[in-house]
Structures are given as C-alpha cells and as structure tokens.
C-alpha cells in the first residue's frame, strides 16, 4: 500500500522538478534574449537548461519505470510549451524592434521636413529678409517654383504616410530629399546665404 501511494508522489515530484526546470530556462533564455546579450551565453543557458531537464526526465524514468510515459509525455510537452513561448516572445520583440526603428526614422524625417518648412518662413515673415532676397517668395522664378512644388508634394506624402499601414516612408523620404535640394537650389538662384548659416551666427 504503502508503495502504491509513494510511486503518485514521485510521479508528481518529479514532475514539478521537470517543469521547473523548464520554466527556468526559458525564463532565463528570454530574458537573455530581451537584454540582447551574447549568443553565445544564451545558447549555453539553453543547452545546459536543456541538459539539466533531460538529466531529470532520465532520472524519474529509471527510479520510477512505471510512470516513464507520463513523465516523458511531460518533459516533452513542456520542452514544446517553452520553447513555443521563447520564440513567440523573440517575434514580439523583433516586431516592436522594428516599430521603433520606423518611428525614428519617421521622426528624423520629420524633422528634416520642418527644418526647411522653418528656413522657408524667414523668407516671408521677416521683412529685412524677405527685401533682400524678393526671389525667394516670387514664383515667376523656376526655382522658386519648382520648390513651392517640393513643398507640396512633400506636405502630401507626409500626410499619406501618416495614414499608411505600412507608415509609407519610401516615398515621403524621397519627398524630403528632393525639397531639401530644392530649397538650396532656390537659395543659389536667389544668391542667398543658408538661412542655416544665418541661424547659426
């Protein structure tokens, strides 16, 4: 009697050993792979989390044959359950990785797109500039033209971008570029100085 009640209780036992074991590695593997530390430390926590597992199903088998099944039924589902888990989170990460790098890219973009909105506006609210340099609000000048056309056509993507699922940063980017070099082609042509430059003074 006594027997047949102690075999359920090293069953469970060991059990809760595997599991644990389990648990640990993958707990330990992801949270290796979230701090993003050497590879190499983190297949060896696996593949020593692993061992240890292995080494406690082939130990329950022996000393208990009985419940070898189910103890390897366990082991294995466990094994499956966590490492599962472990790369469902590494996708997680990866995603929102890449979500942060689109929202700095967006956000440089941004940037860069304000920065010339910005030089543009010394041109037409500050009198003193907007007299010295008349070409740079007067559209019958082909630069001057072609970047009012940079300007809207940058406004628009941005705008597009924004609603895009795929955040359409491709095409708002080359819209930047292409305003960017606009304006200095419209500064040139003006015989202006950067207003960067003068920002900078």
Do not use: K, N
């Not at 006594?2 to 330990?28: E, G, K, M, R, S």
């Not at 010394?122 to 070409?135: C, F, G, H, K, Q």
């Not at 970047?147 to 628009?156: D, F, I, K, P, S």
């Amino acid at each position: 009697m006594t027997t047949l009640l102690a075999i359920p209780v090293q069953t469970a036992l060991a059990v809760v050993v595997i599991c644990a074991l389990i648990a640990l590695t993958a707990v330990a593997v992801s949270r290796g792979l979230e701090r993003d530390q050497d590879r190499d430390g983190i297949f060896w926590t696996g593949f020593t989390g692993g061992f240890a597992c292995l080494g406690a199903m082939t130990g329950a088998m022996v000393v208990i044959p009985e419940t070898a099944a189910v103890t390897g039924l366990t082991g294995l589902l466990g094994i499956g359950m966590a490492a599962g888990w472990v790369w469902r989170g590494e996708q997680e990460r990866g995603a929102r990785r890449r979500r942060q790098m689109v929202e700095r890219e967006w956000a440089a973009l941004r940037a860069r797109h304000e920065s010339v909105l910005q030089r543009w506006v010394s041109y037409e609210l500050d009198p003193a500039v907007a007299i010295d340099y008349p070409a740079m609000t007067d559209l019958r000048q082909a630069e001057t033209a072609q970047l009012v056309r940079a300007m809207r056509r940058a406004a628009v993507l941005r705008e597009q971008a924004e609603t895009a699922d795929d955040g359409g940063a491709s095409g708002y980017e080359s819209a930047v570029a292409e305003l960017e070099a606009a304006f200095e082609a419209a500064e040139q042509a003006a015989g202006a100085r950067s207003t960067a430059h003068r920002e900078d003074r």
